[in-house]
């Protein structure tokens, strides 16, 4: 088991920046890529960046490539997702996901265990 818990979120106005972490307890040591995903209401989970959990290796959504960056601290096994430039159309839940398998990236499906999700609202 992998647990997962997301701080950072919050109300911010647009143009503005947020961090996000991602804190994974448990069975780190089986985690090959850890991902962010969003959900805006009445809309589908979406993609929003990944990184591989050794190699460091990293992708983004094309809405938010140059405006977010995703990094990690395999010491404090976090995860976080620094948001610069908001806009309102990044308003949504984000959440956290690890996966136990590699070449996870974008595809939600491959994500075994997600976080409880923390609430991003940025304001016009």
């Known amino acids: 088991q992998v647990q997962l818990v997301e701080s950072g979120g919050g109300l911010v106005q647009a143009g503005g920046s947020l961090r996000l972490s991602c804190k994974a307890s448990?069975?780190?040591?089986?985690?090959?890529?850890m991902g962010w995903f969003r959900q805006a209401p009445g809309k589908e989970r979406e993609f929003v960046a990944a990184?591989?959990?050794?190699?460091?290796?990293?992708y983004y959504v094309d809405s938010v490539k140059g405006r977010f960056t995703i990094s990690k601290d395999n010491a404090k096994n976090t995860v976080y997702l620094q948001m610069n430039s908001l806009k309102p159309e990044d308003t949504a839940v984000y959440y956290c996901?690890?996966?136990?398998?590699?070449?996870?990236?974008?595809?939600?499906?491959?994500?075994?265990?997600w976080g409880q999700g923390t609430q991003v609202t940025v304001s016009s």
């Open positions: 448990g069975r780190t040591g089986s985690i090959y890529d």
């Open positions: 996901a690890a996966a136990l398998t590699n070449q996870a990236m974008g595809d939600p499906d491959r994500y075994n265990y």
């Open positions: 990184i591989s959990w050794l190699g460091g290796r990293t």
